[in-house]
C-alpha cells in the first residue's frame, strides 16, 4: 500500500544487478538520480571479492530499497575500470545524483558495510515515510483510527521497524478499542525498537486503558477523599477514573499531591502512575513538562 504517494521501493529482483559498459550510464548514473547506486567492482579470480560480495548485497537488501546495488566484472568491462581509475579490487563506489559520492577498496568488517549502506540510505530520504507518519497521526487525533491504522500498517509494510508507525498502530488498535491486537504487537515488537519511546508511549496507553475499564465513579470517590483526606486508596482511586474520563491534568495533580503526602505509599504507587502517564503523553506535551517539574520539586524539597 503506498497511499502516501512515495515511490515504490525496488523489488528485490531490481536491487542488485549486473551492468557492463553499453548499460552502466542506465544502471548507475542515470539511477543513481532517484536512489544511491552502490557499485562493486570484481572479477572472479579475486578472493576477496567473493567474500565482500555477498556480504554487501546482504545490506542492500536489508536497506529494503532506499540504496541498489551494480557489479561490474572488471575483466570484462575494462573501459569502465579504466576511466574509473579503477587499481585494484575489490573496490567500491556509491554514486547519488549522478556523482561518485563515496567509496573504499578492500574487504572489510560487516558492521562498517552496513554502516556504509546505511549512510547512503539516508541521502534520499525517507521516501515520503515522514508525511505519512504525520497524516496517519492527524487521522487518529481526528478521529480516524481505521484510516490511521491502515496508513501506519502500510508504512510498517515499507519499514517494518519504523518504531513511529509501529506505536501509532498499537495506538489506532486501541482507538478501535482493539485491546487484543494492541497487545499481541506490543509482544511481537522487533527487537530493535522494542524499548524505543514511540512503543513504550503505546505500551503505557495500552495499561491506561486496562486501568480504566476498572475506574470507579469520579463523583464518589472525588466526595470520599473531601471527606477523608488521608485516604491514599481512595485518592489513587480518584486519579484513575480522573484519567479514564479525560481529565488528564486532574489525575496528575491527584497523584502529585498523594505522593507530598506519603511518596512511598503502596511501593511509590503514585510515582509510578505518574511516569507511566509521562510516557504516554508526547515529551513536550505541557500536562508532562509541568508535573515533571512539579514531581522534581517534591523529590528534592
Partial sequence: ???????????PADLIRDTNEANFMTDVIEASKDVPVIVDFWAP??????????????????????????????????????????QSIPTVYAFWQGRPVDGFQGAIQGSEIKAFVDKLSGLAGDGGLGEAIEAAEAMLAEGDAVGAAETFAAILGEEPENAAAYGGLVRAHLALGNHDQAQGLLAAAPAAIAKSQQVEAARAQLELAHQAANAGPVAELLNLVLAEPDNHQARYDLALALHAAGKVEGAVEELLELFRRDRDWNGGAAKTQLFKIFDALKPNDPIVQKGRRKLSSLIFA
Avoid at 500500500?1 to 523489488?11: D, H, I, N, S
Avoid at 546495488?69 to 579504466?82: F, L, R, T, Y
Fill in 45 to 86: 579470480w579475486c578472493g576477496p571479492c567473493k567474500t565482500l560480495g555477498p556480504a554487501l548485497e546482504a545490506a542492500v537488501t536489508a536497506a529494503r530499497g532506499k540504496v541498489r546495488m551494480v557489479k561490474v566484472n572488471v575483466d570484462e568491462n575494462q573501459m569502465i575500470a579504466s576511466q574509473l581509475r579503477i
Fill in 1 to 11: 500500500m503506498l497511499e502516501f504517494g512515495q515511490k515504490p521501493a525496488a523489488a
